[in-house]
């Protein structure tokens, strides 16, 4: 409902300035298309808000003030297109001609807006992703796919530079990786597919910044990098790297107390996950689904992606079959994040119980291969403990959270930490409590 808010909030301020003269105009437009009267009180405009969906006389009138065409109203339902109200971007998974690959076209406006514009667009439709067509025309040096395969061979070598030493230095890297590829999108020549390719190569460089930006402690402007990273890998077609950014997205969203709008962008996520072919990509979007369920506090809803995630990740090919960029999913993975709902949601003995399978499972959870991870991880066992009473296991999967993030920079991994410190910190009188604070200081 975050999205229908934001998408809501800007027509009032597009079409009318205040609640009740926008409402005024819709009623009007209502009369005048031969709908008969309609009410303009404030409380018709936060039902919508809350949940409430309009009759379809009153979304016409909307759409005739908007200028969003009847059929688009009848093609995409609601919410899908109120999207088409917003002026200045049309979402590319809406355009019936794919646009050429463009790194220049953003939309515009706040986060929340642009958020809403790919969110909104996946979710009432299914999605039309571009495809490749025509060679574009001659303006500059030509280019081929060897050159896309470079950036692609480059980001991969950052996602496993990221797990190892963190997001500190791995930023940067980002982000310069992104103007190369800006630079050939702007002065060479190349193929359709060949553009799409560096297109999609430069938003998953918006990702990767994007990611490492949050993980350093700069969630602003990780969003803008997330914005960026949907916008053109919907221009590109990419349903992979869409995926993967929207999921990345919605970790910042719910870890920094927006979970509502972390389950829109799982939810949008999981609408171009079936374009991939990759049944690890859905039981990565189900564990994400499950943990923003979590953070909101919906039990029933955090337990049914839960067990989804479990259920298609039997299906999962070998990781040499699959998606480059899954190369980190695997069911210990998978039972560290339900562990991590089942925290969120007050079960310390059940979460607990997916942290030891993740170390049991036949495809255990790597922490070597991810100490930032690992390192967070084992301090949520930590906290699992000390929520049992268990001090003693409590301190050393404390000493082990330590150990693991030791050189890696991560100001994500060090806010966790210092939040596990402060909790144990409460149990100062225990000896082996003191020993770890004393050891740590």
Same mark, same amino acid.
């Given at each position: 409902?975050?999205?229908?808010?934001?998408?809501?909030?800007? @027509?009032?301020?597009?079409?009318?300035?205040?609640?009740?003269?926008?409402?005024?105009?819709?009623?009007?437009?209502?009369?005048?298309?031969?709908?008969?009267?309609?009410?303009?009180?404030?409380?018709?405009?936060?039902?919508?808000?809350?949940?409430?969906?309009?009759?379809?006389?009153?979304?016409?009138? $909307?759409?005739?003030?908007?200028?969003?065409?009847?059929?688009?109203?009848?093609?995409?339902?609601?919410?899908?297109?109120?999207?088409?109200?917003?002026?200045?971007?049309?979402?590319?998974?809406?355009?019936?001609?794919?646009?050429?690959?463009?790194?220049?076209?953003?939309?515009?406006?706040?986060?929340?807006?642009?958020?809403?514009? $790919?969110?909104?667009?996946?979710?009432?439709?299914?999605?039309?992703?571009?495809?490749?067509?025509?060679?574009?025309?001659?303006?500059? !040096?030509?280019?081929?796919?060897?050159?896309?395969?470079?950036?692609?061979?480059?980001?991969?070598?950052? !996602?496993?530079?990221?797990?190892? =030493?963190?997001?500190?230095?791995?930023?940067?890297?980002?982000?310069?990786?992104?103007?190369? =590829?800006?630079?050939?999108?702007?002065?060479?020549?190349?193929?359709?597919?060949?553009?799409?390719?560096? @297109?999609?190569?430069?938003?998953?460089?918006?990702?990767?910044?994007?990611?490492?930006?949050?993980?350093?402690?700069?969630? /602003?402007?990780?969003?803008?990098? &997330?914005?960026?990273?949907? /916008?053109?890998? +919907?221009?590109?077609?990419?349903?992979?790297?869409?995926?993967?950014?929207?999921? &990345?997205?919605?970790?910042?969203?719910?870890?920094?107390?927006?979970?509502?709008?972390?389950?829109?962008?799982?939810?949008?996520?999981?609408?171009?996950?079936?374009?991939?072919?990759?049944?690890?990509?859905?039981?990565? +979007?189900?564990?994400?689904?499950?943990?923003?369920?979590?953070?909101?506090?919906?039990?029933?809803?955090?337990?049914?992606?839960?067990?989804?995630?479990?259920?298609?990740?039997?299906?999962?090919?070998?990781?040499?079959?699959?998606?480059?960029?899954?190369?980190?999913?695997?069911?210990?993975? $998978?039972?560290?994040?339900?562990?991590?709902?089942?925290?969120?949601?007050?079960?310390?003995? !059940?979460?607990?119980?997916? &942290?030891?399978?993740?170390?049991?499972?036949? /495809?255990?959870?790597?922490?070597?291969?991810?100490?930032?991870?690992?390192? $967070?991880?084992?301090?949520?066992?930590?906290?699992?403990?000390?929520? @049992?009473?268990?001090?003693?296991?409590?301190?050393?999967?404390?000493?082990?959270?330590?150990?693991?993030?030791?050189?890696?920079?991560?100001?994500?991994?060090?806010?966790? +930490?210092?939040?596990?410190?402060?909790?144990?910190?409460?149990?100062?009188?225990?000896?082996?409590?003191?020993? &770890?604070?004393?050891?740590?200081?």
């Amino acid at each position: 409902m975050s999205d229908v808010v934001a998408g809501l909030d800007y @027509l009032v301020s597009r079409h009318g300035g205040s609640a009740a003269a926008f409402l005024r105009r819709v009623a009007e437009r209502h009369k005048a298309l031969g709908f008969g009267a309609l009410a303009a009180n404030r409380q018709k405009l936060s039902r919508w808000k809350a949940g409430t969906v309009p009759d379809r006389h009153t979304q016409l009138a $909307i759409a005739d003030l908007t200028g969003v065409s009847r059929s688009d109203v009848l093609d995409l339902g609601w919410p899908g297109w109120l999207a088409l109200a917003v002026p200045a971007h049309r979402p590319a998974s809406c355009r019936s001609t794919p646009a050429a690959p463009t790194v220049l076209g953003r939309a515009g406006g706040s986060v929340e807006r642009r958020r809403f514009l $790919i969110t909104a667009a996946a979710s009432s439709m299914v999605p039309v992703l571009a495809s490749p067509s025509a060679a574009r025309a001659a303006t500059g !040096r030509r280019v081929g796919e060897g050159l896309a395969g470079l950036h692609e061979q480059r980001l991969a070598a950052l !996602r496993h530079l990221d797990d190892q =030493i963190g997001s500190g230095h791995v930023y940067n890297a980002a982000v310069q990786e992104f103007d190369m =590829i800006t630079d050939t999108l702007r002065t060479a020549s190349y193929s359709d597919v060949t553009g799409r390719r560096l @297109l999609a190569a430069a938003a998953d460089a918006q990702r990767a910044a994007g990611w490492t930006a949050y993980d350093s402690g700069h969630p /602003e402007r990780a969003e803008s990098h &997330f914005a960026d990273a949907a /916008e053109d890998a +919907l221009a590109a077609g990419d349903p992979e790297v869409l995926a993967n950014t929207l999921a &990345f997205w919605a970790i910042k969203c719910y870890s920094t107390g927006d979970p509502r709008a972390a389950v829109s962008l799982v939810e949008a996520a999981s609408a171009y996950a079936p374009a991939t072919g990759s049944a690890r990509m859905r039981a990565m +979007l189900y564990a994400r689904a499950c943990r923003a369920h979590a953070r909101a506090g919906d039990r029933r809803a955090s337990d049914r992606a839960a067990n989804a995630a479990l259920d298609a990740y039997r299906n999962a090919v070998p990781f040499s079959d699959d998606l480059p960029s899954l190369y980190w999913v695997n069911v210990g993975e $998978i039972h560290q994040l339900l562990g991590s709902s089942a925290l969120n949601l007050g079960d310390p003995a !059940r979460a607990l119980h997916h &942290f030891q399978q993740a170390g049991a499972a036949t /495809e255990a959870y790597n922490g070597d291969a991810f100490p930032r991870g690992a390192a $967070i991880y084992c301090a949520r066992q930590a906290e699992a403990y000390l929520a @049992l009473r268990d001090l003693d296991h409590a301190v050393g999967a404390a000493q082990q959270a330590v150990e693991r993030l030791g050189g890696v920079t991560s100001a994500r991994g060090s806010a966790t +930490l210092a939040d596990l410190r402060s909790k144990l910190a409460e149990h100062r009188a225990v000896p082996a409590v003191r020993h &770890f604070l004393e050891l740590t200081r």
